[in-house]
T-cell receptor, first 112, second 115 residues
Framework: GDSVTQTEGLVTVTEGLPVKLNCTYQTTYLTIAFFWYVQYLNEAPQVLLRSSTDNKRTEHQGFHATLHKSSSSFHLQKSSAQLSDSALYYCALNTGYQNFYFGKGTSLTVIP | NTKITQSPRYLILGRANKSLECEQHLGHNAMYWYKQSAEKPPELMFLYNLKQLIRNETVPSRFIPECPDSSKLLLHISAVDPEDSAVYFC???????????????FGEGSKLTVL
């Protein structure tokens, strides 16, 4: 079946250092869309990045991700983490029929 | 996000009945109810498309959805259980008859605390 895997439950990084959150997926659909959602404390999830094009880098708010269908991955990266980046991050797959599959989430903590 | 409004934002229940309300102003055809328990991702409860119930996940029968029109969604809750304590998010996405890879937009959520 369709699924999304986020291997890290907790990530702690020092401010100014790079950060990478992993996301891999499994699906039989060819036309798909991927999202990274960010959820700040006591708020709703909101889209951070979106991609449906293989091997194309997408960027927003200093974060970037590239969908690699060959490795079934959509990792989220940032070159310099900020304190304000501390939040929950969810990778999500839309198989095209409005069925969204969420990973278990990664809690990112940026420390001074 | 004022494009999807939910009410009430907070509710504390014993064994009473209550309804959650949601309205979206995005013109989307698909509307969802998600439940998010602490430290967990959102879990789909119900999906409506054009007022028709498309997906009905394994949800206790005390949760009854209603979609009076394509922009409104209700969730009727009766005889709540402590395990129902969570945040309930309404969401919407664009969906036509064919496939659509649009994103999911969430409302602010309704936080339910069961005593």
């Amino acid at each position: 079946g369709d699924s999304v895997t986020q291997t890290e439950g907790l990530v702690t990084v020092t401010e100014g250092l790079p950060v990478k959150l992993n996301c891999t997926y499994q699906t039989t659909y060819l036309t798909i869309a991927f999202f990274w959602y960010v959820q700040y404390l006591n708020e709703a999830p909101q889209v951070l990045l979106r991609s449906s094009t293989d091997n194309k880098r997408t960027e927003h708010q200093g974060f970037h991700a590239t969908l690699h269908k060959s490795s079934s991955s959509f990792h989220l990266q940032k070159s310099s983490a900020q304190l304000s980046d501390s939040a929950l991050y969810y990778c999500a797959l839309n198989t095209g029929y409005q069925n969204f599959y969420f990973g278990k989430g990664t809690s990112l903590t940026v420390i001074p | 996000n004022t494009k999807i409004t939910q009410s009430p934002r907070y509710l504390i229940l014993g064994r009473a009945n209550k309804s959650l309300e949601c309205e979206q102003h995005l013109g989307h055809n698909a509307m969802y109810w998600y439940k998010q328990s602490a430290e967990k991702p959102p879990e789909l409860m119900f999906l409506y498309n054009l007022k028709q119930l498309i997906r009905n996940e394994t949800v206790p029968s005390r949760f009854i959805p209603e979609c009076p029109d394509s922009s409104k969604l209700l969730l009727h809750i009766s005889a709540v259980d402590p395990e129902d304590s969570a945040v309930y998010f309404c969401a919407s996405s664009p969906r036509d008859r064919g496939r659509s890879t649009g994103q999911l937009y969430f409302g602010e959520g309704s936080k339910l605390t069961v005593l």
